[in-house]
């Protein structure tokens, strides 16, 4: 029975609330962090429950003057509540359960968002400039930071790629459904005949790594400096400003050379080469997670085509859930949530499914 863990919760939520601001906690930044994200879950968490008990004291209040009451008028008045207050009892039940399930912590994480023109030319970096727009405009309507840390430029126009940090509320929670291959098909300016052509473009999300995620030895980093180039190569400063940071142990390279700074460029880098070491490890931990629970909305393929986005249809699909929606401009416009909260929606039925007898 779901009420038999409310108890448990306003316990744990009391004990939290004390931590919060004890200054041991305060003064240890891992485990402020920790514990400053389970606060924020479990009061909400309380609220609702909060909000399911005076509903149900509200229902069994009801249905007693339904026992009691002789009152016509009184009886219709307490018979038309016990139904709305029933229906509203089942809902924020579903509710309850759905935030009962325990959360993956990278949610509340920013990101790391990568996009690289795939098979396309030309049209395939329009497309990724495309994507970039898309998502720069989702992240202004969300109240979220974005900042280039490094891309190279198509010849057309677009990128060959781009690399770009989102900052806020529970961004990789939100971001990590966009993980995968976006395909699109249109008619190419590049086109004289008018044929409709399909081009794709990767999409990578990271959950941006903090420093006490992973300890880094910098004898293990090679630093290389070089110029930043513009479009077609050229130089657009004189100094040896850009930063390619290599991990030797792995292998993995992280560069910057969107800031006039040494050190800011620097700094970039290696918040990139920190969270793709601990997407490195992440992802081998969410592998293991997905031997057990097989989820298509949420299993971050990097090879996995996950939407399509047709101009003369006007057409945006996303062949995770089979959801069509005919609104490509408005999503491309950042309208992105009519297809985010459809996939978080499925994600949570799927794992609220295999919690089975859990609640």
């Known amino acids: 029975m779901i009420e038999e863990k409310f108890g448990i919760i306003k316990q744990r939520f009391r004990e939290v609330s004390d931590k919060i601001v004890d200054p041991a906690i305060i003064n240890d930044r891992k485990k402020y962090v920790d514990i400053n994200r389970e606060y924020k879950e479990l009061s909400g968490l309380v609220k609702k429950i909060e909000e399911y008990e005076l509903t149900k004291a509200q229902?069994?209040?009801?249905?007693?003057?339904?026992?009691?009451?002789?009152?016509?008028?009184?009886?219709?008045?307490?018979?038309?509540?016990?139904?709305?207050?029933?229906?509203r009892l089942e809902q924020l039940t579903e509710e309850i359960k759905l935030m009962l399930i325990p959360k993956d912590k990278?949610?509340?994480?920013?990101?790391?968002?990568?996009?690289?023109?795939?098979?396309?030319?030309?049209?395939?970096?329009?497309?990724?400039?495309?994507?970039?727009?898309?998502?720069?405009?989702?992240?202004?309507?969300?109240?979220?930071?974005v900042e280039i840390v490094d891309y190279n430029e198509g010849t057309m126009g677009?990128?060959?790629?781009?690399?770009?940090?989102?900052?806020?509320?529970?961004?990789?929670?939100?971001?990590?459904y966009e993980a995968g291959v976006h395909r699109v098909q249109r008619v190419p300016q590049t086109e004289t005949q008018g044929r409709v052509h399909t081009s794709a473009a990767t999409v990578m999300v990271l959950p941006e790594a903090e420093e006490f995620d992973v300890q880094?030895?910098?004898?293990?980093?090679?630093?290389?400096?070089?110029?930043?180039s513009g479009p077609g190569g050229q130089s657009?400063?004189?100094?040896?400003?850009?930063?390619?940071?290599?991990?030797?142990?792995?292998?993995?390279?992280?560069?910057?050379?969107?800031?006039?700074?040494?050190?800011?460029?620097?700094?970039k880098a290696l918040k990139v080469l920190r969270s793709r070491l601990y997407e490195m490890e992440y992802r081998k931990r969410k592998e293991e997670e997905t031997k057990l629970r097989k989820s298509m909305v949420s299993s971050g393929d990097r090879s996995a085509k996950i939407r399509t986005?047709?101009?003369p249809q006007?057409?945006?699909?996303?062949?995770?859930?089979?959801?069509?929606?005919?609104?490509?401009?408005?999503?491309?416009?950042?309208?992105?949530?009519?297809?985010?909260?459809?996939?978080?929606?499925?994600?949570?039925?799927?794992?609220?499914?295999?919690?089975g007898g859990y609640f």
């Open 59 to 87: 229902l069994e209040e009801a249905r007693q003057i339904l026992k009691d009451e002789t009152d016509k008028e009184m009886r219709e008045l307490a018979k038309s509540e016990e139904a709305e207050l029933a229906d």
């Open 106 to 145: 990278e949610d509340a994480k920013n990101a790391i968002v990568e996009i690289r023109a795939g098979t396309g030319g030309d049209e395939a970096s329009i497309f990724a400039g495309d994507l970039f727009k898309m998502y720069s405009k989702y992240a202004e309507k969300k109240g979220w930071k």
């Open 216 to 228: 880094i030895d910098m004898k293990d980093i090679r630093k290389d400096l070089f110029m930043s």
């Open 309 to 311: 986005y047709n101009y």
């Open 314 to 355: 006007g057409r945006v699909t996303d062949h995770r859930i089979g959801l069509t929606l005919y609104d490509l401009q408005n999503i491309l416009n950042g309208d992105l949530d009519k297809i985010i909260e459809p996939l978080r929606i499925a994600d949570n039925a799927e794992k609220l499914k295999q919690a």
């Open 158 to 176: 677009g990128f060959k790629e781009i690399i770009f940090n989102v900052t806020g509320d529970d961004v990789y929670g939100t971001l990590k």
């Open 236 to 267: 657009v400063n004189t100094t040896y400003s850009a930063v390619r940071l290599t991990h030797i142990p792995t292998g993995i390279v992280a560069q910057c050379q969107d800031e006039k700074s040494q050190h800011k460029n620097f700094e």
